[in-house]
């Protein structure tokens, strides 16, 4: 059964970066689509980013467009979300997950994999 091992979430000062893994340590995300979605206490989950299965095609959140960007290595089965000028409102917890198709969406009702989740503050 497919597992998602979500890595990277640190705490973070605004401005800063942070790269996040998304690796399968069973199964695998060749042929899928990805995405990264994010979560604070109370409110619901959100799409953040996701990759088609190429890479070839990806879509972001309009508050992280230009500062996030999303990327798959499929020699190495793992998704990537480099972060970049992080702001107090990106905190949260971060999750990928894969989707059973290769296209891309951002809504959490298109994903049946999930992982844990990796949490990111940023906080002066």
């Known amino acids: 059964q497919l597992q998602l091992v979500e890595s990277g979430g640190a705490l973070v000062q605004p401005g800063g970066s942070l790269r996040l893994s998304c690796a399968a340590s069973?199964?695998?995300?060749?042929?899928?689509?990805v995405g990264w979605f994010r979560q604070v206490p109370g409110k619901d989950r959100e799409g953040v980013s996701c990759?088609?299965?190429?890479?070839?095609?990806?879509m972001y959140q309009e508050s992280v467009r230009g500062r996030f960007t999303i990327s798959r290595d499929n020699a190495k089965n793992t998704v990537y979300l480099q972060m970049s000028n992080l702001k107090p409102e990106d905190t949260a917890k971060y999750y990928c997950?894969?989707?059973?198709?290769?296209?891309?969406?951002?809504?959490?009702?298109?994903?049946?994999?999930w992982g844990q989740g990796t949490q990111v503050t940023v906080s002066s």
């Open positions: 990759i088609s299965n190429s890479g070839g095609v990806t």
């Open positions: 069973s199964g695998t995300l060749f042929g899928y689509a």
């Open positions: 997950a894969k989707r059973a198709f290769s296209l891309c969406a951002l809504e959490t009702a298109a994903y049946g994999y």
